[in-house]
């Protein structure tokens, strides 16, 4: 098992096979997909061929969500990290993005923050990245806050499967200037 990165309350993780019945209460739940469009998944099989597509993503270009684990208690919390896009989005392609997907219970303690900032460090440090892409349903008000508590910053409107969305984004130049000024 890969930890990726770790954070004062999370570890951040590969997604297992084993994780299946974390995914499955995430995934199914339709306030989780609320704002991204609305078709939860329906069984166990579905949670398993996520899983199994994350994994491949590992495998096929190094990177893919993870598993965000509460460390307090060893909880499956949901997902965080960075996707490669290999599809066509808002007229961009090949690029990282920043997401991530929390079971309801765990919103509220900061995680989706904690883990976002945990993987764009990794992106810009690990990876080499040069920039870091969000987007968020332009409804989801507490996701796009997320993302510019990590420094992302709004560049324009955007529809994903016909659903607008703001698209924001970080470079690694920006970043660096964040990260100084923190440490000061």
Not at 91 to 106: E, F, T
Not at 107 to 113: K, L, S
Not at 158 to 169: A, G, Q, V, Y
Request: hydrophobic letters at 35%; one cysteine or more.
């Amino acid at each position: 098992m890969k930890i990726f990165a770790e954070t004062e309350q999370l570890l951040l993780r590969e997604l297992l096979a084993t994780d299946d019945a974390g995914m499955f209460e995430l995934d199914s739940n339709p306030e989780v997909h609320r704002y991204l469009g609305n078709n939860p998944i329906n069984n166990i099989e579905q949670a398993r061929t996520v899983i199994a597509a994350i994994r491949q993503q590992y495998s096929d270009y190094g990177i893919g969500r993870w598993a965000v684990i509460e460390k307090a208690t060893g909880d499956f919390v949901g997902w965080s990290g960075l996707k490669y896009i290999t599809e066509m989005e808002n007229g961009h392609i090949h690029h990282h993005d920043v997401g991530y997907r929390l079971i309801p219970r765990y919103w509220g303690r900061g995680y989706a923050t904690e883990t976002a900032k945990a993987a764009i460090a990794y992106g810009f440090t690990q990876l080499n990245l040069n920039e870091i892409i969000g987007c968020a349903n332009i409804e989801n008000t507490k996701s796009r806050k997320v993302l510019e508590k990590c420094g992302l910053s709004y560049v324009e409107q955007f529809m994903w499967r016909d659903i607008p969305c703001d698209w924001l984004r970080l470079t690694r130049t920006d970043w660096e200037k964040i990260r100084q000024h923190s440490t000061k």
